[in-house]
């Protein structure tokens, strides 16, 4: 299993021979030979270095910890995570401080026998870096828990355990708003994670409200998007000084946006006509379903058992980035588990072998191309990434994915860049159904720790 050095040690970037783990994590050791004889002033001189040492290397951790954290499965038999309010499976992660609603936890792990697995819940500020808040702030009942409800597959050639468990539990409730990372490891072990996973707690005491528009600069205004914001503060005593908005499109996080407060209108805090506030407008999410393995549905072209797994051909992609918009209804890069012919979908859909392929003569020289959407985690890194083959003048990619139906999207990665581009594969529209997500935190000078005031959805055009 990762630890918990390696989970922050993959966020910050790997360990190299001249950043030895034990020197990041302040394992510092001064040892003098037997019988060596110190003056005092050399004795000072190598305790002034041992400190000057340590304390650059805890400054390491502390920047280290401070690094956002994002969803992801840290091991490759954790598949099919999701994160989701009870009864709704397509519904963001996202509670009401107060409220009586749970969120339900669900993942597979490819093994034979179930180990004992247990979650850690912690808080983190407006950008998704953990921050000092201790788990009595921010919750009344245990901050760690068991998860012992599991069921083994049935009727699949390729066996797995299926794992769920609901958040908080039943005798807890959250106290504090914001957001919060949820990790999934090894019972008696938080340093063995397996999977992280990232949810909001907002406590919706202002009235947030939004909507999109033209661009305001009048660039690009058949391919962008501009979400503009209005805050009605009511009885938050700080004003736009201590608010911090951010806005999100559909499920990406390499583009989120922090929007700039921009003035006063009829009472109302304004945050537009800023340049954070225009997206490129992005194309309808490609898709296929694998729901039915004996009979290829949509978007795949074949799809048959070999040595005991299932493989499937998709339809190969096509640069969409000169065409013509096309209006098309989608999950809008989400995932539903679904097996067309079983009864209990969970239990009895199979795993199979996803194979995409996006013809071209020559592969990117300024970047990489990635598989963007919930069936990656939304990330931009290895697992999304596709490996472009010069004998078949393609870029290709295979994913292990449960049956069921899947949306996503190329994205396009200039190198030494964090965030994907939709201009070079997909193209830019301004019709295209973007949903928007606006937070608004909150954090007066007495606050320990960022409140979730507010989240509004907006739904573009």
Same mark, same amino acid.
């Given at each position: 299993?990762?630890?918990?050095?390696?989970?922050?040690?993959?966020?910050?970037?790997?360990?190299?021979?001249?950043?030895?783990?034990?020197?990041?994590?302040?394992?510092?050791?001064?040892?003098?030979?037997?019988?060596?004889?110190?003056?005092?002033?050399?004795?000072?001189?190598?305790?002034?270095?041992?400190?000057?040492?340590?304390?650059?290397?805890?400054?390491?951790?502390?920047?280290?910890?401070?690094?956002?954290?994002?969803?992801?499965?840290?091991?490759?038999?954790?598949?099919?995570?999701?994160?989701?309010?009870?009864?709704?499976?397509?519904?963001?992660?996202?509670?009401?401080?107060?409220?009586?609603?749970?969120?339900?936890?669900?993942?597979?792990?490819?093994?034979?026998?179930?180990?004992?697995?247990?979650?850690?819940?912690?808080?983190?500020?407006?950008?998704?870096?953990?921050?000092?808040?201790?788990?009595?702030?921010?919750?009344?009942?245990?901050?760690?828990?068991?998860?012992?409800?599991?069921?083994?597959?049935?009727?699949?050639?390729?066996?797995?355990?299926?794992?769920?468990?609901?958040?908080?539990?039943?005798?807890?409730?959250?106290?504090?708003?914001?957001?919060?990372?949820?990790?999934?490891?090894?019972?008696?072990?938080?340093?063995?994670?397996?999977?992280?996973?990232?949810?909001?707690?907002?406590?919706?005491?202002?009235?947030?409200?939004?909507?999109?528009?033209?661009?305001?600069?009048?660039?690009?205004?058949?391919?962008?998007?501009?979400?503009?914001?209005?805050?009605?503060?009511?009885?938050?005593?700080?004003?736009? =000084?201590?608010?911090?908005?951010?806005?999100?499109?559909?499920? +990406?996080?390499?583009?989120? %946006?922090? #929007?700039?407060?921009? &003035? $006063?209108?009829?009472?109302?805090?304004?945050?537009?006509?800023?340049?954070?506030?225009?997206?490129?407008?992005?194309?309808?999410?490609?898709?296929?379903?694998?729901?039915?393995?004996?009979?290829?549905?949509?978007?795949?072209?074949?799809?048959?058992?070999?040595?005991?797994?299932?493989?499937?051909?998709?339809?190969?992609?096509?640069?969409?980035?000169?065409?013509?918009?096309?209006?098309?209804?989608?999950?809008?890069?989400?995932?539903?588990?679904?097996?067309?012919?079983?009864?209990?979908?969970?239990?009895?859909?199979?795993?199979?072998?996803?194979?995409?392929?996006?013809?071209?003569?020559?592969?990117?020289?300024?970047?990489?191309?990635?598989?963007?959407?919930?069936?990656?985690?939304?990330?931009?890194? =290895?697992?999304?990434?596709?490996?472009?083959?010069?004998?078949? +003048?393609?870029?290709?990619? %295979?994913? #292990?994915?449960?049956? &069921? $139906?899947?949306?996503?999207?190329?994205?396009?990665?200039?190198?030494?860049?964090?965030?994907?581009?939709?201009?070079?594969?997909?193209?830019?529209?301004?019709?295209?159904?973007?949903?928007?997500?606006?937070?608004?935190?909150?954090?007066?000078?007495?606050?320990?720790?960022?409140?979730?005031?507010?989240?509004?959805?907006?739904?573009?055009?």
């Amino acid at each position: 299993m990762y630890s918990l050095r390696e989970y922050l040690g993959s966020i910050r970037g790997p360990l190299s021979a001249d950043r030895p783990i034990d020197s990041l994590w302040g394992g510092i050791h001064y040892f003098a030979p037997s019988g060596c004889r110190m003056d005092f002033f050399a004795y000072l001189c190598s305790m002034k270095r041992i400190l000057s040492i340590l304390y650059i290397a805890l400054a390491t951790n502390s920047l280290s910890i401070a690094q956002a954290v994002s969803d992801s499965a840290w091991r490759p038999y954790v598949k099919t995570v999701l994160l989701h309010p009870e009864g709704t499976s397509l519904s963001p992660p996202l509670l009401t401080l107060g409220g009586t609603n749970r969120l339900e936890l669900s993942f597979d792990l490819l093994l034979d026998q179930p180990p004992e697995l247990a979650y850690t819940l912690r808080h983190c500020d407006a950008f998704w870096r953990p921050d000092s808040l201790e788990p009595y702030e921010f919750l009344t009942g245990f901050h760690s828990a068991p998860i012992t409800d599991y069921q083994f597959s049935f009727t699949t050639l390729r066996p797995y355990i299926h794992y769920s468990h609901s958040i908080p539990e039943p005798y807890a409730q959250f106290s504090h708003s914001g957001n919060y990372l949820l990790t999934v490891h090894l019972a008696g072990n938080p340093d063995s994670i397996l999977l992280s996973r990232r949810f909001r707690v907002s406590e919706q005491c202002v009235s947030l409200s939004g909507e999109t528009s033209l661009p305001y600069d009048g660039i690009g205004i058949t391919s962008r998007q501009e979400v503009d914001a209005y805050v009605e503060t009511g009885s938050w005593p700080g004003g736009a =000084t201590y608010l911090t908005l951010v806005a999100e499109q559909n499920g +990406r996080s390499d583009n989120r %946006r922090t #929007l700039v407060f921009s &003035g $006063y209108d009829r009472g109302r805090l304004t945050y537009r006509h800023r340049p954070p506030n225009v997206f490129d407008g992005g194309n309808n999410f490609r898709f296929f379903d694998a729901s039915n393995l004996h009979t290829p549905m949509y978007n795949i072209v074949r799809i048959e058992p070999y040595g005991g797994e299932y493989y499937a051909i998709l339809r190969p992609e096509e640069d969409r980035s000169r065409k013509h918009y096309v209006v098309e209804t989608t999950l809008g890069g989400g995932m539903k588990v679904n097996a067309w012919d079983r009864h209990n979908s969970t239990l009895e859909a199979e795993y199979v072998w996803v194979n995409f392929s996006l013809p071209m003569a020559q592969p990117f020289l300024d970047g990489s191309v990635h598989i963007v959407g919930a069936l990656t985690d939304w990330r931009l890194d =290895t697992l999304s990434r596709m490996d472009y083959n010069p004998q078949y +003048r393609a870029y290709t990619k %295979r994913l #292990l994915l449960k049956q &069921g $139906y899947y949306a996503y999207q190329l994205l396009l990665l200039p190198a030494g860049k964090s965030e994907g581009v939709t201009s070079r594969l997909e193209g830019n529209h301004r019709e295209t159904p973007n949903q928007y997500t606006l937070n608004l935190y909150g954090r007066l000078p007495s606050d320990r720790a960022d409140r979730l005031l507010a989240v509004t959805v907006i739904q573009a055009p």
